[in-house]
Each structure stands twice: as C-alpha cells, then as structure tokens.
C-alpha cells in the first residue's frame, strides 16, 4: 500500500489522515511554551470551534487554518468577525 505523503499544495483526498494529524500535532509541540495556550484554553478554544459551523474536518472555513494548530497559539484569534474565542 502507497503511503500519501505531506504535501502543502495538495488537496486533502490526495493526503492520508493520520500524517495531517501528526504533522499538525508536530507543529503544536513545536510552538514554543511560553507562546502556547495552556491546556484549558485550548479545549476551551476547540469547544468553541466544534460548534461553529465554519469547521470543516479540522479546518475553518473562514481562514483555511487547521483549528486545532490556531487554537493551540497564546496570541492567535479566531478569524471569525465575532472573534469567537473573545
């Protein structure tokens, strides 16, 4: 079986998902911690999301930006108008 690889300029059907979901876990432990979210603002932040009709399989149709990789940054907003994160 061909493993799909990371490809920033391919569609989500041309990518497999557990490689999204440990390259966008990668990019989180990777933020530095003194720039992350602390764990309760971040499932607080996710709650939020996963009510939004703007999330679509992990992504937010407002900015195109996997939510859960947002939300995990201190000094990230929501890109919502409303700022749903406030």
Do not use: F, H
């Not at 059907?13 to 971040?42: A, C, F, S, W």
């Not at 996710?46 to 939300?71: F, N, P, Q």
């Amino acid at each position: 079986m061909e493993q799909k690889k990371i490809c920033y300029r391919c569609l989500l059907e041309d990518m497999d998902e557990n490689e999204i979901k440990n390259k966008v876990q990668e990019l989180i432990y990777g933020i530095p911690e003194d720039e992350k979210t602390d764990e309760e603002e971040y499932r607080r932040r996710l709650d939020i999301c996963k009510s939004c009709d703007s999330l679509i399989s992990g992504t937010c149709k407002k900015c195109g930006c996997y939510v859960e990789l947002r939300a995990a940054g201190r000094k990230r907003t929501c890109p919502d108008t409303e700022n749903r994160w406030g």
